[in-house]
Each structure stands twice: as C-alpha cells, then as structure tokens.
C-alpha cells in the first residue's frame, strides 16, 4: 500500500505551545478546579444584541446564498462610512474586499502580493500565524529581532540592511500582539517612506483598531491609499465566530484581489455579513465604547497589580487587550513556568514562544478577557505561587 506523507508546508508548522496550556486548563476544570484563564486571544463578550438580531432576521429571510466575491456593497459601505467617521479617512468601497476573518484577508494578502520563494520582514515577536499563513504560498517570514527598551518596534533605520533581492515587504500591526502597543503616526509614516523606497508592499494589521487605550487611535490608510490594511469584526465587535474580516486594497489591486476572493472563499459568511451591516448602528458602537472602557480599567488593574508584585510590564501596553511580561527574574524558562503556575494556582497564561524567537524564554502574554475581580485574583494566585 502507498505510503501517505503530508505536504511539507504543513510540517513547517510548529504547534503552539499555548495548546498544551489549554489542555491542561481544560483537564483540571473537568476535575472541578477553577481556572482563570488569561491565555485566550478572545473577547469575552459576545455580539451586541442588535448584531445578534440582525443575523437571525437574515436566517429567517433566507438570505443564506453567496454574496458577491467582495461582500455585501451596504457593508462595504458601512466599512466605508465608518472610516470616514470614526477615522476621518476615505476609503472607496470598491477597495474592501470582505474576508472569512482577518485570518482570510492574511490568506488573500499572501497569494496577492507575495512570490513563491520571496520573504516578508515582520517584528519579533509578532502574531505567529502569519509565517504560517506565507508558508502556505511558498514563501517565508523574515523575522527581525526587536527589543524591549524599544517597545519591540523594527528598527527603520536599519531595515535596508535586511532588504534582498526577494523581500517582498512589511508586515505590521497596530495595536501589536503580543505586546498592545500601538505604533505612532509618525513611526508608520516614517516606515512608508522606508518600505517604498526599497520598492515592497507595507501591510497594517489594524484588527485590535478601537481598543486603543492611550496614543493615537488612526487608520495607516490616513497616510497613503497605497498601504494594505487588514481589519476584521473579531475584536472590537466581539464577533469572533462570525468569521468576518476585511482587506483594504490600492485601487491598481481590486481586479487581482477579486479574482483571488472568487478563488479562494467564493464569498465571506452571509449571515455574518448581513448581521455586521448593524455593527455600526449607533447604539452598538456605543456599547463597543462601554467595553472598551471597562477593557481600559482592566488594563490599568494589571499593570498596577504586575507592578506591585515585581513583574516588569516590557513595552507599552496601549492597545488591544494583552501585557506581555517579563518573567526572567523568577524563571528562564516561560514555558514551565507557565505550566507550573497552571498547575498550582490554577492561572493560564501564554509563553513568549508562541509569538518569536528571541528572547521568547523571558515572556509571558496576560490577555485581560475576564473581569477585574477575576484580574484581582489571578494577580493574587501568581504573588503566592512567585512567593
Ligand atoms: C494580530 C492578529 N491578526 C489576525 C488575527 C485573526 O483574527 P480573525 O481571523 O478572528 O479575524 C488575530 C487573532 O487573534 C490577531 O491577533
């Protein structure tokens, strides 16, 4: 009988360390244990009731078909008009192409812009999936080492240094995961400048946009039409399961992404679209505002109680919901001190490896997805354990 092999881009996949926390979380609450879990990368709300309500009318009027490649046009226009509101910003709606998630427009984003055998530079640490995701085509994330002292951003000035032949650009984003910071105006415009005259693409990941605690809450779109820009409603809607995000494209890109789009996905969710249209109704945003703020007072609560029990916050967490955190005092290794501190406080928490190489070891990511008491008590659960 023939012998079956996987291809070998799916061995270029490492599991992620995080799945053997999840686990071990899920063992130990079937045995009744009460975890608190600060390791998922997920809102713990859930779509606001008119969000809700929109996709059950759609289901029950039978608008379940496929969509046009690109989306809805009222939800590219609500894309669109959001923009221009919140953002201050024009985007046409012929521009966004409607995806399943964030994930689905990286997909596209790939097989766009990017040749089998080219390299993408990214920030380490950054989102993993996205070397993944670039795999998937033949090609390869090329990532660069940050540090710290400068809230783990690129270093620009030094960026041709690493531009080949087949770099073929930038990949960012803003709020960062792992780390919630947010880069600046001035830094993404510098980064353009840069990125363009080497002659590649410059991609914003701007999924975390609206969950910006402290700096400038802005779409790199406001700097040039010319930059990608991936978004999605996972987040800042708390819609996560409803696999709906977006890919902003340069005018000169709507004809290949279209074609990619019919290719690759047919269409986004439908229901899920119909259902996003609401997402801008007046009376969500301002409950998405509410989350926001009392995500903002969860934030505060973390970075003082890290404080109080010496564990250093290490770049600025502006944005998203995450603090990544510096355990190299009490560990050299992340990974078992995570499954360590699981194991007798019963607090799950996300090793650095899971997001880069370099110094991956001395991190941990807090993802604040659970109410302040449960913070309280999760901060409570590691001073002992680190006692
Ligand atoms: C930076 C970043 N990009 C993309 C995604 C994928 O999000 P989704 O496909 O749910 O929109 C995530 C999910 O956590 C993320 O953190």
Redesign the pocket.
Known sequence: MKKHKLASRVEAISPFQVMAILERAKALAAQGEDVIHLEI??PDFVAVDAVRDAGIDAIQQGKTGYTSATGLPELKKAISDDYANRYQVKVAPERIIVT???????ILMASLMVESDDEVIMPDP??P??RHFLVQTGAKAKLLETDAESAFELDLDTLSNHWQENTSGVWL?SP??PTGAVLSREYLSKAWTKVQSLGGHLLV?E??QGLVYEGEDFSALSISDDIFV?N????YFAM?GW???WLVVPEWAIEGATKLAQNLFISAPTVSQYAAISAFKPEVMAECEARRESLNRRRLTLLSGLKKIGLPVVAPAQG?FYVYVDVSKVTDDAMLWCLALLESEKVALTPGADFGVKDAHKYVRFAYTCDEDRLQEALMRIARFMS
């Open positions: 990368g997920e399943p998630g964030a994930s689905g427009a990286l950054c989102y999936c996205n984003a960062s995961n990941d999924i975390y991936v999605s409603f996972s987040k996560t696999r709906l995000g998203a």
